[in-house]
């Protein structure tokens, strides 16, 4: 069966408020307006405003609202309409969100699901584009997920809502039109493991969220220069699965980390950095990484693609590495 | 053009003075002992965390309640045990006065692992679930929207119950004051905000941090019911949050209580306090809100010399039973470092 992106998140959603009453989203135009990505288009007719909650342009109160919702015995899911928006709410997801278990001594839970798009790619400028989910997988206390398929999307989040934790679901912004194929009947997704979405020999490429597809479609370009290019998606940024990264990394000996962050300070420097602790011996070529450029994300089109890693940075990086240049 | 000239209409204004104690009568004679005693609990717990501050025992920041101490004690009589309570920093008097023992609390700032949080919060992260004492918040603010999700959850549920929540005045300059006030007015959200107005926000007189001084005024802009309380009568706040506890549950409607107190002590134990005037501090002490409450009752002959001894013996034993708790208590193994930042699998909250 197939679907998009958009339906698999809203398809999600449906089946977690469907099947727990304790279920409810909130957010920036979830209800009339149907969702900023038409994510939740239909739900507030299904389900009514009191499950479907349309909030004030509040990032930090709805957020802490959720966080105390949470507490009170509910099962919010919030939506922030893009990552950039959810620094206003910085403090209560780092601050409390995050902090609360362990400052009180285990007595408190949060089982609070937050959703956000991410990412860049439709020129939308700096402050509507940017790829900062590495800061959150930074924080412990909360998860971190980035879904890259509609089948991801929609079985990541029914296991987020059954987490007792504070689960942060990175949905980037170009996905939502994308089609993939997803189970039928529904099967819940392991949110504690990264996987292979294509077996390779020669390199690992590692990427999540927005760059799998690049990095697939890199990895068919390099089949055609006769390179067999592995393709891992992380899909889980907190906590790490390293036992996947390491073992691909084990058998290629080549590794390219493809992250939309910008370069200094990004994820893919955690990844490459946990690779030189734990695989140094297995690698045959320094880590490389293929990020953003260290700028804000400009608004004209081909400024923009500069700014992100795209298929031919990532078949180069690789193809670098290998020895071979196309 | 005509000019419409109009006298300035009177406001009331937050004042730098003591207010003047009101008429109140104690319900009883055990009711109004069983307040004296929560109070100088309260203020002896706290006098023996500045010695123990001093002597090393305590560290951390340490913010003393002292003075404010008929705030908390009068509005935990005017809750059920089934309302939450959301609370800052100066939480030791708040907690105490919700049931927690003095001695969970010792170890707690003690950093022992029989403290209220196991050690890891400190003085200013005092949590019991079990009593609904949510916090232990110390970013300024930030308990305003965790209480009005509290209280969201509540109302979905259809519960009858009150989220209370204490801030100080410094939290109004913050903007999720202003967005949990818009918030929960528009949902109707049950909460009961208490805005402990001890005129300084740390360091910063409030002259110096809020354009409009009538903090009240600053709810009612968002349509919610609002009033002054005197934070130094325990009687006036106990009848203040009664009333307005049982109007919330009642209405569904947010409420609003500006406590007007005042802090002894300084912002914390690293506060020389240079920003405000002997003559300010002493007048405000001559409403003591211990001493003040003592005297009305032997005005009225309720309480006299022995009832006051007596009361001070059984609470200095309960603060030597505490440190006594705290001093015996364990530090949690380093092995369980880890432990409690995600839920255990298996466990379901």
Redesign the interface.
């Known amino acids: 069966m197939k679907m998009t992106y958009r339906e698999a998140v809203r398809e999600g959603l449906r089946h977690v408020l469907k099947s727990d009453p304790r279920v409810?989203l909130m957010g920036e135009d979830v209800g009339r307006y149907g969702g900023a990505f038409a994510v939740s288009k239909g739900l507030l007719a299904e389900f009514g405003p009191?499950r479907i909650r349309d909030?004030?342009l509040?990032e930090?109160?709805?957020?802490?609202?959720?966080?105390?919702?949470?507490?009170?015995?509910?099962r919010?899911i919030v939506e922030i309409m893009t990552v950039n928006f959810s620094m206003l709410a910085l403090?209560?997801i780092v601050?409390?969100a995050a902090a609360?278990?362990?400052?009180?001594?285990?007595?408190?839970?949060v089982?609070l699901v937050v959703r956000m798009a991410t990412g860049g790619g439709r020129q939308l400028a700096a402050q509507h584009s940017h790829s900062l989910e590495g800061w959150y997988a930074h924080v412990?206390?909360i998860?971190v997920l980035a879904p890259a398929t509609p089948n991801d999307a929609r079985g990541m989040l029914v296991a987020a809502i059954e987490d007792?934790?504070p689960v942060f679901i990175f949905e980037h912004a170009t996905l939502y039109p994308v089609e993939g194929e997803v189970d039928d009947p529904f099967q819940p997704v392991d949110i504690s493991r990264s996987t292979i979405r294509r077996a390779g020999t020669d390199v690992s490429i590692f990427a999540y969220g927005g760059s799998l597809g690049k990095a697939l479609q890199a990895s068919d370009d390099l089949t055609t220069a006769g390179i067999s290019a592995e393709v891992v998606d992380i899909r889980v940024l907190r906590?790490l699965d390293e036992a996947t990264i390491l073992e691909s990394v084990s058998r290629t000996h080549r590794v390219v980390v493809v992250d939309e962050m910008w370069r200094t300070g990004s994820f893919a420097g955690e990844i490459s950095a946990l690779i030189m602790e734990k695989a140094f011996y297995d690698l045959d070529a320094p880590v490389v990484r293929v990020c953003s450029a260290e700028v804000p994300m400009p608004y004209a089109k081909h400024m923009e693609a500069a700014a992100l890693p795209q298929t031919a940075n990532i078949v180069a990086a690789a193809q670098e590495i290998l020895g071979r240049h196309g | 053009m005509a000019v419409q000239r109009r006298k300035p209409a009177k406001r009331k204004r937050t004042s730098a003075r003591p207010p003047k104690r009101g008429p109140g009568v104690p319900a009883s004679r055990d009711h109004a002992l069983s307040l004296v005693r929560e109070m100088m609990l309260i203020r002896r717990f706290e006098e023996k965390a500045d010695e123990l501050y001093s002597l090393g025992k305590i560290r951390g920041f340490l913010h003393l309640y002292i003075g404010e101490e008929a705030v908390c004690v009068g509005a935990m009589r005017g809750l059920t045990s089934d309302d939450?309570v959301v609370a800052t920093y100066r939480e030791h008097g708040h907690a105490i006065s919700r049931g927690i023992s003095p001695g969970t609390v010792m170890a707690e700032m003690y950093g022992k692992v029989n403290?209220?949080?196991?050690?890891?919060?400190g003085s200013m992260?005092l949590?019991?679930?079990s009593r609904k004492f949510?916090?232990?918040?110390a970013?300024v603010g930030?308990g305003?929207?965790?209480?009005?999700?509290?209280?969201?959850?509540?109302k979905?549920?259809s519960k009858p119950h009150v989220?209370a929540c204490f801030f100080g005045d410094g939290a109004v300059d913050e903007?999720?004051f202003h967005?949990?006030m818009?918030?929960a007015s528009?949902w109707k959200l049950p909460v009961l905000f208490i805005c402990e107005n001890n005129l300084y926000a740390m360091g910063t007189a409030l002259d110096r941090h809020e354009s409009v001084r009538d903090i009240a005024a600053h709810a009612r802009v968002y349509g919610v019911h609002a009033e002054q309380v005197d934070g130094m009568d325990v009687l006036a706040v106990e009848a203040a949050v009664e009333r307005n506890a049982k109007a919330i549950r009642r209405d569904g409607t947010p409420r609003f209580l500006e406590i007007l107190t005042y802090r002894f002590r300084g912002h914390s134990m690293a506060d020389p306090v240079l920003y405000r005037s002997k003559e300010e501090v002493s007048e405000w002490m001559t409403r003591d809100p211990i001493s003040s409450f003592l005297l009305l009752l032997r005005n009225a002959g309720l309480v006299g010399d022995v009832d006051v001894e007596k009361l001070e013996k059984s609470v200095a034993a309960e603060i030597d039973e505490a440190v006594r708790f705290a001093e015996s208590g364990e530090w949690e193994a380093v092995e369980d470092l880890t432990?409690?930042?995600?839920?255990p699998a298996g466990?379901?909250?």
């Not at chain 1, 362990?102 to 839970?109: L, V």
């Open positions: 409810f009191d909030t004030p509040s930090s109160t709805f957020t802490g609202a959720g966080i105390g919702a949470a507490i009170g015995g509910m919010p403090d209560q601050n409390s609360l278990r362990h400052m009180s001594g285990g007595q408190i839970s089982p412990p206390g998860k007792p934790d906590p | 939450s403290g209220c949080s196991r050690g890891r919060g992260h949590f019991d679930v949510y916090g232990g918040h970013i930030a305003i929207p965790f209480a009005v999700g509290l209280a969201l959850a509540d979905m549920e989220t903007g999720e967005e949990s818009n918030m528009l432990r409690d930042v995600y839920t466990a379901r909250s």
